[in-house]
Each structure stands twice: as C-alpha cells, then as structure tokens.
C-alpha cells in the first residue's frame, strides 16, 4: 500500500490506473478506523480493481466550538487497518494541501443540507460536498463506498453527483453496530463510561419506534413522541438534537408512515454529539 499526501501524486496514480483499464473505488474517512470504516474498505475492494481510501479530518466541515482539534487520530494504526482491508493508497492529505492559501471556492450544497444535521451544523455538508468533490476529482473513482450511518450525508453526496453530472457510482452499507446496539462511530471515545452505559438507549429507542410501525402505528408525531418518552426514562444523560421522520431520499418531513421513512436523531452525550438512524417499513 502506498501512503499518498500530495493531491498531484494521487491524481497520476489513479489516472494511471484508469489508462491501465483498472476501475477504482474510493473510501472517504476521517479516520480512526473501527468496524464500520473496515466494513465500507471491504465491501469497496470487492468491486473495484484498485481501492483509494482518503483519511482527512476536513476542517472545512467542523463548525466554531466543534471537535475539529479533539477529534481522535491515530494514523499508524489506521495504515495498518487499511492495508489489512486491501487498500492500494492511503491518501492522507494535510489541510494546506487540499485547501490552498485563498481557497474561496465552495459547493453550494443542496437544500436537504439545511435539515436534520444542518439545523445545528449549517456549514457541515458544504464542507463535505467540497472536499468529497475535490476526491471524487482527483481520484476519478469510477465508485464511492459510504456508510447509512451518516444517511444525511450520502444521500446529500448521491444528489450533488446528480445535480454536478458526476460521473461516479455512489454505494452505501449498513451501519455497523456494537453488540449492545450502539452504531460505531471514532467518537465512541468521547464517551465516560457512564455515558457509554447509556448510549444503546439511542438505538433501542429507534427500533422501538420500528416495533410500533411492525404493530401499525404510523403518525409520525405518536412514533417520535414514544421515542422521547423512553429516552427520558433510560438516557437521562441525552441532550436532544433533534429526532424526526422523514422521506428516506429528500429527508422532507413526513406525517404518516404509509411508505418506507428514515426516523434519524442526533443526541449529546457528553462531549459527544452521537446520530443514529433507522428505515421504518409500513
Ligand atoms: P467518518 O470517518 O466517521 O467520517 O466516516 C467515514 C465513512 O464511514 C462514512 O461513509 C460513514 O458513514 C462510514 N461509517 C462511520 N461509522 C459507520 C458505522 N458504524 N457503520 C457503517 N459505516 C460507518
């Protein structure tokens, strides 16, 4: 594996793959790898001949007051990780690398970037949509792996690749869970045990709303008020963000579950602001 840090030298690699006939897929992550990352490496090895994957805290998608500086990082083991998963480069960037003095140019995301996660991170996903274009550029994927953890995100990256004529394949997995429920996630660190003893309540909260659905209830406003109910009770430690349910693809609020919706939070435990989703079938 080789371990890349100049945009240019990722750029001729992959454009050398490319003349070759190789297809290449591409893993954008922020690094300190658990079982998710090493699921979306996996899943994108298997349908490409050649695997980038990006490690890049992007600083352009971290607000002021934000975890950009604590943000976990532990870049010998992740390139141990990736290697291990059947990555060809790691590219690993530094941030005046990716954003050059000046930089002034943004992806104006679209308006689903200003619901669920944007209503607390306004900027979040222009930050994302910028550096995941700059990838999508300088590898010329021809597929990009993500996971259904961050289902905001991938659906914003599957509409900017519409809407920019993209020309890359855009595949997502299911998010991987610990075995008490909780969805992996690098900030998983942040947590005091306490609140780590509490974190589940999350998920169980969510598929508690799908066990109502299973037994018919479908008005959303029911669904999130029972949601809130037990996490009163069982995750007292919780700050809410926000809980909703909404269209699966243009995440616009919905008031009934007469078709498949996404019910997503976000909550702060601690010094961590956790999210979590779940697809509700009527
Ligand atoms: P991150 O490094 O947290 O920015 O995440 C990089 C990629 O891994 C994103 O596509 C995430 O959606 C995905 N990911 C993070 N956590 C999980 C998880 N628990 N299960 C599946 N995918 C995940």
């Known amino acids: 594996m080789q371990i890349l840090a100049a945009p240019q030298e990722l750029s001729e690699q992959c454009l050398d793959w490319l003349a070759g006939g190789r297809t290449v897929a591409l893993v954008p992550t922020m690094g300190y790898y658990h079982a998710g990352h090493e699921d979306l490496m996996r899943h994108a090895r298997g349908i490409a001949e050649r695997l980038v994957v990006s490690l890049f805290v992007n600083p352009a998608q971290f607000g002021p007051g934000e975890d950009l500086d604590a943000y976990p990082r532990?870049?010998?083991?992740?390139?141990?990780?990736?290697?291990?998963?059947g990555a060809d480069?790691?590219?690993?960037?530094?941030?005046?690398?990716?954003?050059?003095?000046?930089h002034g140019?943004?992806?104006?995301?679209?308006?689903?970037?200003?619901?669920?996660?944007?209503?607390?991170?306004?900027?979040?996903?222009?930050g994302v949509c910028t550096v995941v274009l700059k990838l999508f550029l300088l590898s010329r994927a021809n597929v990009a792996v993500f996971g259904n953890k961050d289902w905001?995100?991938?659906?914003?990256?599957?509409?900017?690749?519409?809407?920019?004529?993209?020309p890359i394949r855009i595949?997502?997995?299911?998010?991987?869970?610990?075995?008490?429920?909780?969805?992996?996630?690098?900030?998983?660190?942040y947590l005091t045990p306490e609140e780590r003893a509490q974190a589940p309540e999350i998920c169980r909260g969510l598929s508690y709303a799908r066990e109502m659905v299973n037994c018919g209830e479908k008005d959303a406003t029911l669904l999130r008020k029972a949601v809130l109910g037990r996490w009163a009770e069982r995750l007292p430690l919780g700050r809410l963000d926000y809980i909703e349910i909404v269209h699966p693809e243009t995440l616009e609020p919905v008031s009934r579950v007469d078709s498949p919706a996404l019910m997503a939070c976000a909550v702060r435990l601690g010094k961590a602001r956790l999210i979590d989703n779940i697809l509700l079938f009527p």
């Open 152 to 166: 905001q995100q991938q659906a914003i990256i599957r509409r900017m690749a519409r809407d920019l004529n993209v």
């Open 74 to 85: 532990d870049a010998g083991r992740d390139a141990a990780v990736a290697e291990a998963c």
């Open 105 to 126: 140019t943004w992806v104006d995301a679209p308006d689903m970037a200003k619901k669920l996660c944007g209503r607390s991170r306004p900027l979040h996903f222009r």
């Open 89 to 102: 480069v790691l590219f690993m960037p530094k941030a005046d690398a990716m954003y050059a003095p000046y």
């Open 171 to 189: 595949e997502t997995r299911p998010i991987v869970r610990e075995a008490d429920g909780l969805a992996l996630s690098s900030r998983n660190v």
